[in-house]
Nanobody
Framework: QVQLVESGGGLVLPGGSLRLSCIVS????????MGWYRQAPGKEREEREL??????????HYADSVKGRFTISRDNARNKVYLQMNSLKPEDSAVYYC????????WGQGTQVTVSS
């Protein structure tokens, strides 16, 4: 079974930056398109938003809300996927999760990102 562990969240001022990391175990990482999802406060699990995705050959795709500010990358040798987040806004505050696209059945614990002054 695939396991996902996210890290790198925290509290940051508006305009600041964070880099999220996710390590994936369970095999087959290089075969999957991977994505970063977020669950905003008050939203249900089913409403998690896909904000960035990266194909197995490293083509990135972004939601309009983060385009130009977020960059997704991956290291297939280390089974890791990253999300560089710049120019953060309060509306980016959420719990961020990595998962495949389409999603695996299980999720990691996520990492909290709070953007506030």
């Amino acid at each position: 079974q695939v396991q996902l562990v996210e890290s790198g969240g925290g509290l940051v001022l508006p305009g600041g930056s964070l880099r999220l990391s996710c390590i994936v175990s369970g095999g087959g990482f290089g075969d999957y398109t991977m994505g970063w999802y977020r669950q905003a406060p008050g939203k249900e699990r089913e409403e998690r938003e896909l904000v960035a995705a990266i194909t197995n050959d490293s083509n990135g795709h972004y939601a309009d809300s983060v385009k130009g500010r977020f960059t997704i990358s991956r290291d297939n040798a280390r089974n890791k996927v990253y999300l560089q987040m710049n120019s953060l806004k309060p509306e980016d505050s959420a719990v961020y999760y990595c998962n495949a696209v389409p999603r695996f059945a299980n999720w990691g614990q996520g990492t909290q990102v709070t953007v506030s002054s």
